[in-house]
T-cell receptor, first 116, second 117 residues
Framework: EAGVTQFPSHSVIEKGQTVTLRCDPI?????LYWYRRVMGKEIKFLLH????????ESGMPNNRFLAERTGGTYSTLKVQPAELEDSGVYFC??????????????FGPGTRLTVL | AQKITQTQPGMFVQEKEAVTLDCTYD???????LFWYKQPSSGEMIFLIY??????QNATEGRYSLNFQKARKSANLVISASQLGDSAMYFC??????????????FGAGTRLAVHP
C-alpha cells in the first residue's frame, strides 16, 4: 500500500508569487489533513477534509491560503500571493475514518516551501 | 487550552540503553488520543505508538512503550535498547474530541534524540 505522497518536495519562490502544493492520501482514506511547521515553531493544524468537504478550516492563517479536494481524492493547497512568513514545511496526512480515538493519521514527507 | 509540552529540546543516549522522552498534555476533555511520531533527518513523519485516554494498560509497540499517567497528564515515550537509527526528532501529539470526531492533532515542540555508539 502506497503511503501519503506530496509534491513538490521543495519549492523556492519569490514573495508575491503563487505556489500550489499537492497531496495524494493513502487510497481509501476519506480524511485528509494539512499541517505546517514554520521555523522553530510547533507543527500546526491548517485544515481537515472529509472526502471533498471541508470539515474544519480553523487553522488556515488567512485568505491567501486556499485548499481544495475535488472528487475526494488528492488535495491541493494554494498560497497566493506568498509572503515571507509562509516559509516552512507543509505536511499532509490522511486517516481512514476520523471518528475513533485510535484513528491514526499517516503523514507524507512534507513540502519545504521557501519564500524569498 | 489544549496543549502539549515537551520540555527536552535534545537528548543523548548510548546505543543499547533505554531512554525516556517526556510529554505532558493539558486538556479538559475526558476522551482523547495520544500519539508519538518520529521524524528522521529525511523529513517524513513516522507513526510510532498510540494511547487512548480510556486505555488502562500502557501501549507497547516493539521497542516503544508509552508510560501513560493520566492523573499527572503525562505520556512519556520509552525507547528500549536504543539503536543508531533511532536518532531523530520525536513529536508527542494529542487528538482531542472536536466537532463529532477526533480530527486535528495538537503537537509538542519535539525532542531531538541522538544515539551515540
Amino acid at each position: 500500500e502506497a503511503g501519503v505522497t506530496q509534491f513538490p518536495s521543495h519549492s523556492v519562490i519569490e514573495k508575491g508569487q503563487t505556489v500550489t502544493l499537492r497531496c495524494d492520501p493513502i487510497s481509501g482514506h476519506d480524511n485528509l489533513y494539512w499541517y505546517r511547521r514554520v521555523m522553530g515553531k510547533e507543527i500546526k493544524f491548517l485544515l481537515h477534509f472529509v472526502k471533498e468537504s471541508k470539515q474544519d478550516e480553523s487553522g488556515m492563517p488567512n485568505n491567501r491560503f486556499l485548499a481544495e479536494r475535488t472528487g475526494g481524492t488528492y488535495s491541493t493547497l494554494k498560497v497566493q500571493p506568498a509572503e515571507l512568513e509562509d516559509s516552512g514545511v507543509y505536511f499532509c496526512a490522511s486517516s481512514r475514518a476520523g471518528l475513533t480515538l485510535a484513528d491514526t493519521q499517516y503523514f507524507g514527507p512534507g513540502t519545504r516551501l521557501t519564500v524569498l | 487550552a489544549q496543549k502539549i509540552t515537551q520540555t527536552q529540546p535534545g537528548m543523548f543516549v548510548q546505543e543499547k540503553e533505554a531512554v525516556t522522552l517526556d510529554c505532558t498534555y493539558d486538556t479538559s476533555d475526558q476522551s482523547y488520543g495520544l500519539f508519538w511520531y518520529k521524524q528522521p533527518s529525511s523529513g517524513e513523519m513516522i507513526f510510532l505508538i498510540y494511547q487512548g485516554s480510556y486505555d488502562e494498560q500502557n501501549a507497547t509497540e516493539g521497542r516503544y512503550s508509552l508510560n501513560f499517567q493520566k492523573a499527572r497528564k503525562s505520556a512519556n515515550l520509552v525507547i528500549s535498547a536504543s539503536q543508531l537509527g533511532d536518532s531523530a526528532m520525536y513529536f508527542c501529539a494529542m487528538s482531542p474530541f472536536f466537532s463529532g470526531g477526533y480530527n486535528k492533532l495538537i503537537f509538542g515542540a519535539g525532542t531531538r534524540l541522538a544515539v551515540h555508539p
